[in-house]
């Protein structure tokens, strides 16, 4: 299938979720952490001055400086880039700045805290603080490499299939305007009517960061083959998805309806441009 026509596919499950979100400028990562602790967490700032700032107090020392309290407003749900990256394998948080409200010298005990109070209890840290955040002992410790936020490109747009699994697959193309990954996700439904596995297209769209990415899953119903019927689309899950590789993957899927699991996936047409996997690269063999 060509590239354009799976671009308009994917455009009319996902409208309005992703067709028509604004083109936005990328921000530049910091890592915010409490110097000697084992948690941290990535602070995406856009304006040029905060910028200058957190570079300022790195190049005088970390912690250096009055005033660089990081103040923000977080939100639910992983952006594929929010992650501890001080931790071997940089785990995401299921939770990622919204807004950066400011460098401030002091605030309240409320808003007080670190990433793994969040990450205990997402929904009850934002109800009790209004999803404030401020810690107090935490500073920019570190800029997040650039080579570390754009591995995700046009190489691994495609088709891939999930490891031993026969008619099971993905198909992904890269949104640079938005960094953004769009998925169409072959799979097959159990809890069809006519009381056989049918096949399933769900859809799935949302940000990506380095080698990682974090979906949110669509299932669209109504739709009548060779007819322009109206089609629904309603939020199903979640899709996490690690690229070791242009030619490997992993996937970590949560469906509301309780289906979950991981998964292994492989290019379907591997790229003979693409170097040799490591074999420390190699993901693990298995499905949940």
């Known amino acids: 299938m060509p590239s354009t026509c799976l671009s308009r596919l994917l455009c009319a499950a996902l409208l309005p979720f992703a067709c028509i979100a604004p083109a936005q400028a990328a921000p530049t990562w910091f890592v915010v952490a409490e110097p000697g602790s084992q948690q941290s967490f990535l602070l995406p700032l856009e304006k040029a001055a905060d910028i200058a700032q957190a570079r300022a107090w790195l190049a005088d020392g970390v912690g250096s400086g009055v005033g660089n309290i990081v103040s923000a407003t977080i939100a639910a749900g992983s952006d594929g880039i929010n992650r501890n990256?001080?931790?071997?394998?940089?785990?995401?948080?299921?939770?990622?700045?919204?807004?950066?409200?400011?460098?401030?010298?002091?605030?309240?005990?409320?808003?007080?805290?670190?990433?793994?109070?969040?990450?205990?209890?997402?929904?009850?840290?934002?109800?009790?603080?209004?999803?404030?955040?401020?810690?107090?002992?935490?500073?920019?410790?570190?800029?997040?490499?650039?080579?570390?936020i754009d591995l995700i490109d046009d190489a691994i747009g495609g088709f891939w299939?999930?490891?031993?699994?026969?008619?099971?697959?993905?198909?992904?193309?890269?949104?640079?305007?938005?960094?953004?990954?769009?998925?169409?996700?072959?799979t097959f439904d159990p809890a069809d009517p006519r009381g056989a596995a049918a096949p399933r297209w769900f859809t799935a769209v949302g940000p990506y960061h380095a080698e990682r990415a974090a979906l949110?899953?669509?299932?669209?119903?109504?739709?009548?083959?060779?007819?322009p019927t109206p089609v629904q689309s309603d939020p199903v899950g979640e899709l996490d998805i690690e690229f070791q590789h242009c030619n490997a993957a992993s996937i970590r899927y949560r469906l509301h309806d309780g289906r979950r699991g991981i998964a292994n996936l492989s290019r379907l047409l591997p790229l003979p441009q693409c170097p040799p996997l490591d074999p420390a690269d190699d993901p693990d063999n298995g499905h949940s």
């Open 85 to 148: 990256t001080i931790a071997h394998d940089e785990p995401l948080w299921s939770w990622h700045i919204e807004r950066f409200d400011g460098f401030a010298e002091l605030a309240i005990e409320l808003c007080d805290g670190w990433p793994g109070l969040i990450e205990a209890d997402v929904a009850e840290f934002i109800r009790n603080t209004g999803g404030r955040i401020c810690f107090w002992n935490y500073r920019v410790i570190a800029e997040l490499d650039s080579e570390r």
């Open 161 to 186: 299939q999930l490891d031993g699994l026969d008619g099971h697959g993905l198909v992904f193309e890269v949104a640079h305007n938005r960094r953004e990954l769009l998925a169409g996700w072959f």
């Open 216 to 227: 949110q899953v669509y299932r669209t119903d109504g739709g009548t083959f060779e007819r």
